[in-house]
């Protein structure tokens, strides 16, 4: 007795398709084995150039400290130790280098800008260690203000993420790894979840999917990478306030004074020469209504250095507008 079953078929995918997207990118994608002394983990990369620049974030390698051990997977199966070039917790972002590997695959960039709800999406990367799982959806959201980490208590180690949002499962082990459209290009850097278990968006809890990934924007991530690969540090775009985090109205309000005592208003900073004071309540970001400190770090990081920013400030029930040219400071 002999069972029916179906002929052999082509093997070939259309280029738009899932399977098609998945052949093109997989040689591009690194699965990355983090060691330190005193935790480990496991993530995901992508190859940014010929040079053996890969892009990951910043929570991936941050477990191997100053002297532990990172191990690059490629496709092929072939390994390479890898050095960190430069990495950045506000962005989560980091850049590590590998060497003497040959025929290196670059993965293109796309632009985040083009990016529309309901467009479809394919996450590549390496959940709970499955490394080169493929998994597809849309973006589901965009301009999703996203805090994430803070483990080090001081605040010092918090990402601030104006992030695209997809319905894709992503899981543990698939932060770093790209977003990608349907040519192929990278629009994202995974770098969340939502989790059932506690709500956490952080990539390293170890709940499943719930169809609510978050990616770093990639125009966002390319300014970053390009200044840790050329500098070894991001610079990061402020208003020269500090915020009065414990807030619980609506809104972002500028503190009574900076953590070291000094004023809360930098004199001859952006929001000094703006007029800003302390006590105002920021309301909106370039026509935006924002409703926390963090949603107004998150909008001022979408921006670079040098940008012009609209601000609506309330002060004794009046609202005002104000234009500033945002300013730098060296991250972290």
């Known amino acids: 007795m002999e069972l029916p079953q179906a002929a052999e078929?082509?093997?070939?995918?259309?280029?738009?398709?899932?399977?098609?997207?998945?052949?093109?990118?997989?040689?591009?994608?690194?699965?990355?084995?983090?060691?330190?002394?005193?935790?480990?983990?496991?993530?995901?990369?992508?190859?940014?150039?010929?040079?053996?620049?890969i892009l990951t974030n910043n929570h991936v390698v941050e477990p191997a400290g100053a002297d532990g051990e990172i191990s690059v997977t490629f496709q092929s199966g072939d390994t390479a130790e890898a050095t960190v070039v430069g990495r950045d917790s506000g962005y989560d972002l980091a850049v590590v280098k590998v060497s003497g590997v040959g025929g290196l695959r670059p993965m293109p960039l796309g632009n985040s800008d083009?990016?529309?709800?309901?467009?479809?999406?394919?996450?590549?990367?390496?959940?709970?260690?499955?490394?080169?799982?493929?998994?597809?959806?849309?973006?589901?959201?965009?301009?999703?203000?996203?805090?994430?980490?803070?483990?080090?208590?001081?605040?010092?180690?918090?990402?601030?993420?104006?992030a695209l949002q997809t319905d894709a499962p992503i899981n543990p082990g698939?932060?770093?790894?790209?977003?990608?459209?349907?040519?192929?290009?990278?629009?994202?850097?995974?770098?969340?979840?939502?989790?059932?278990?506690?709500?956490?968006?952080?990539?390293?809890?170890?709940?499943?999917?719930?169809?609510?990934?978050?990616?770093?924007?990639?125009?966002?991530?390319?300014?970053?990478?390009?200044?840790?690969?050329?500098?070894?540090?991001?610079?990061?775009?402020?208003?020269?306030?500090?915020?009065?985090?414990?807030?619980?109205?609506?809104g972002a309000r500028v503190g009574a004074k900076a953590g070291d005592g000094g004023p809360a208003v930098t004199e001859g900073g952006p929001g000094d020469r703006a007029g800003i004071r302390a006590g105002d309540v920021i309301t909106e970001v370039d026509g935006r209504r924002i409703h926390s400190g963090d949603e107004l770090i998150v909008k001022t990081r979408a921006h670079r250095p040098g940008d012009r920013l609209e601000l609506t400030v309330k002060r004794d029930g009046r609202e005002k507008n104000v234009s500033l040219v945002l300013g730098s400071s060296d991250g972290g």
């Open 9 to 53: 078929e082509p093997s070939g995918r259309a280029p738009d398709s899932v399977a098609g997207i998945a052949a093109r990118s997989l040689p591009s994608v690194v699965t990355l084995h983090v060691s330190g002394a005193a935790e480990s983990g496991t993530g995901t990369g992508f190859v940014l150039d010929d040079r053996g620049h």
């Open 114 to 162: 083009n990016v529309r709800v309901g467009d479809p999406v394919v996450a590549i990367g390496a959940p709970f260690d499955l490394e080169g799982t493929v998994t597809s959806g849309i973006i589901s959201a965009k301009e999703r203000p996203i805090t994430s980490g803070g483990g080090s208590g001081d605040g010092s180690d918090l990402s601030y993420v104006d």
């Open 174 to 250: 698939n932060s770093g790894g790209p977003l990608l459209d349907s040519r192929a290009r990278v629009i994202g850097i995974n770098s969340a979840i939502r989790s059932a278990d506690d709500g956490a968006g952080s990539g390293s809890g170890q709940a499943g999917s719930i169809g609510l990934g978050f990616a770093i924007p990639v125009n966002q991530a390319k300014r970053v990478a390009e200044e840790l690969i050329n500098t070894g540090r991001a610079t990061h775009p402020v208003i020269g306030v500090t915020l009065d985090m414990g807030y619980a109205g609506d």
